[in-house]
């Protein structure tokens, strides 16, 4: 799920990168990929910017503000009259950050 195009705060220093691929690990929108020893942005806009790569990250090579998007979560779940959730555990269960 896209929240809004081309506002997203994420940034990757390549040249920080190690290739752990945690990153990959904890998006929960598969925001990350690893190729050729290195994390890539697959599509920068389905980040919601939850945070977790950038928290997840010990080599400092992602930043994000984190935030926006669990307001967009929280925001969604009252509007939809659903469970306000960001989906931050990756484990498609109902919680937000």
Known sequence: MQYLR???TL???NNLCTGCGM???VCPHAVFE???GKAHIIDIDDCMECGA???NCRFD???VKSGVGCAAGILNGILNGT???CDCTGDGKASCC
Request: charged share 20%; glycine share 0%.
């Open 23 to 25: 990153c990959a690990i």
């Open 6 to 8: 081309n506002v997203v």
């Open 53 to 55: 790569c950038a928290i």
């Open 61 to 63: 090579a992602i930043s």
């Open 11 to 13: 940034k990757l220093d």
């Open 83 to 85: 469970e306000p959730s």
């Open 34 to 36: 690893i190729n050729k």
